[in-house]
């Protein structure tokens, strides 16, 4: 039996159960894939049954409001790929009459979609033989290979490329890459492969060289920058109702159009307990809301960033005007925030229950 069709008889016997693999409409299969990168199947699928359900059609995204958008997305990072997701509908229900383009060509020139995203739908929804090149499949092919070199190489990629492309199966090219990428994530995983059990061992060229371990190579990792983020909580009570500060993103910086407070960042570490309060003072002006209490400090990895987060609590009892968003407190959780904010304003980060419904 040949590479592919070991593969194919192996993926449907044992592929698992995974709600997008029910269909073949372009619009559930790209949102599966965009909500896929760099997230775990585990965490993903709810996030794609509350988009489903939400957004039953490419045409209810393409109507509905980003910060909608944002909100449901909310707590899955790279929010990025929600605001391409949001910006691409409206331009297919404007540029193709609501109807995915076909043309592989199309599909990838279409904003935040990569050759990944593209393979995968033209060779699922259309019958296109394009490989899909994840981690997964570079994975796998690195060590059935027997290749050392770094897979973060292009020309290593362009021959892995050219490995998948004469072996995709071309009666059915959508479930070969389902298939690929489902042996490397199950079987050819990162740590422990399942060499014992697999079934391209005899071929395998890392399992008879015994370098399995060794494989895949990767590129030196690029430097993380830190970044020390002193958030300002601002509330303030007037005629009897709570108001609290928000500040909405904006520029190239992380998370785009989401909510978070006033902040001031230092590229240093300032010492523990430390109050930046030259800056607060130039951020507040001649306002003087009494200072409350500050934060544990919370760390929050990004892929490159290292960011050292405080949030300092303050209140006032009269009005104090800010160039922030000011909105009812009861009102904070309808808008999308980053997941530390988000962890702030649930009480998860202070030791004790900071309880947002209830004025200090
Ligand atoms: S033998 Fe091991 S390393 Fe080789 S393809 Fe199978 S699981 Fe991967």
Same mark, same amino acid.
């Given at each position: 039996?040949?590479?592919?069709?070991?593969?194919?008889?192996?993926?449907?016997?044992? #592929?698992?159960?995974?709600? &997008?693999? *029910?269909?073949?409409?372009?619009?559930?299969? &790209?949102?599966?894939?965009?909500?896929?990168?760099?997230?775990?199947?585990?965490?993903?699928?709810?996030?794609?049954?509350?988009?489903?359900?939400?957004?039953?059609?490419?045409?209810?995204?393409?109507?509905?409001?980003?910060?909608?958008?944002?909100?449901? &997305?909310?707590?899955?990072?790279?929010?990025?790929?929600?605001?391409?997701?949001?910006?691409?509908?409206?331009?297919?229900?404007?540029?193709?009459?609501?109807?995915?383009?076909?043309?592989?060509?199309?599909?990838?020139?279409?904003?935040?979609?990569?050759?990944?995203?593209?393979?995968?739908?033209?060779?699922?929804?259309?019958?296109?033989?394009?490989?899909?090149?994840?981690?997964?499949?570079?994975?796998?092919?690195?060590?059935?290979?027997?290749?050392?070199?770094?897979?973060?190489?292009?020309?290593?990629?362009?021959?892995?490329?050219?490995?998948?492309?004469?072996?995709?199966?071309?009666?059915?090219?959508?479930?070969?890459?389902?298939?690929?990428?489902?042996?490397?994530?199950?079987?050819?995983? !990162?740590?422990? !492969?399942?060499?014992?059990?697999?079934?391209?061992?005899?071929?395998?060229?890392?399992? #008879?060289?015994?370098?399995?371990?060794?494989?895949?190579?990767?590129?030196?990792?690029?430097?993380?920058?830190?970044?020390?983020?002193?958030?300002?909580?601002?509330?303030?009570?007037?005629?009897?109702?709570?108001?609290?500060?928000?500040? #909405?993103?904006?520029?190239?910086?992380? &998370?785009?159009?989401?909510?978070?407070?006033?902040?001031?960042? /230092?590229?240093?570490?300032?010492?523990? /307990?430390?109050?930046?309060?030259?800056?607060?003072?130039?951020?507040?002006?001649?306002?003087?809301?009494?200072?409350?209490?500050?934060?544990?400090?919370?760390?929050?990895?990004?892929? *490159?960033?290292?960011?050292?987060?405080?949030?300092?609590?303050?209140?006032?009892?009269?009005?104090?005007?800010?160039?922030?968003?000011?909105?009812?407190?009861?009102?904070? /959780?309808?808008?999308?925030?980053?997941?530390?904010?988000?962890?702030?304003?649930?009480?998860?980060?202070?030791?004790?229950?900071?309880?947002?419904?209830?004025?200090?």
């Amino acid at each position: 039996m040949n590479f592919s069709r070991h593969l194919l008889s192996r993926y449907h016997k044992n #592929k698992r159960d995974l709600p &997008w693999r *029910h269909t073949k409409d372009p619009y559930l299969i &790209w949102l599966s894939e965009v909500i896929m990168q760099q997230t775990r199947i585990e965490q993903g699928t709810p996030y794609y049954e509350k988009f489903v359900s939400a957004y039953p059609t490419l045409v209810h995204l393409a109507v509905a409001e980003e910060q909608e958008v944002l909100k449901l &997305w909310q707590g899955l990072g790279y929010y990025s790929r929600a605001r391409n997701l949001h910006a691409t509908a409206q331009l297919i229900v404007k540029e193709y009459a609501g109807k995915f383009p076909e043309a592989y060509a199309d599909i990838r020139k279409l904003k935040g979609v990569g050759n990944y995203t593209a393979a995968a739908i033209a060779s699922v929804c259309f019958g296109l033989p394009y490989p899909v090149m994840d981690g997964n499949v570079l994975r796998f092919i690195s060590r059935y290979s027997g290749i050392v070199e770094s897979i973060d190489k292009s020309e290593v990629q362009k021959r892995i490329h050219a490995f998948v492309s004469d072996h995709i199966d071309h009666k059915n090219p959508g479930d070969f890459n389902q298939a690929m990428m489902e042996f490397g994530a199950m079987v050819c995983m !990162p740590k422990n !492969p399942d060499c014992a059990h697999c079934i391209f061992r005899k071929s395998c060229v890392a399992f #008879k060289n015994n370098t399995v371990d060794q494989i895949p190579a990767r590129n030196e990792k690029a430097t993380i920058r830190n970044r020390f983020i002193h958030y300002l909580v601002i509330t303030m009570t007037f005629r009897g109702k709570d108001f609290i500060y928000l500040n #909405k993103r904006t520029g190239n910086d992380i &998370w785009k159009n989401l909510y978070d407070f006033p902040s001031i960042e /230092h590229n240093m570490a300032q010492r523990e /307990h430390h109050l930046p309060e030259n800056e607060f003072n130039v951020l507040l002006k001649s306002n003087r809301p009494e200072f409350l209490e500050v934060s544990d400090q919370y760390i929050h990895l990004l892929t *490159h960033q290292k960011l050292h987060i405080r949030f300092y609590r303050f209140h006032s009892d009269r009005i104090i005007e800010l160039p922030f968003f000011l909105i009812p407190l009861k009102d904070i /959780h309808k808008y999308p925030v980053p997941k530390p904010v988000d962890l702030y304003i649930r009480g998860n980060i202070f030791s004790k229950k900071l309880d947002f419904a209830q004025k200090k």
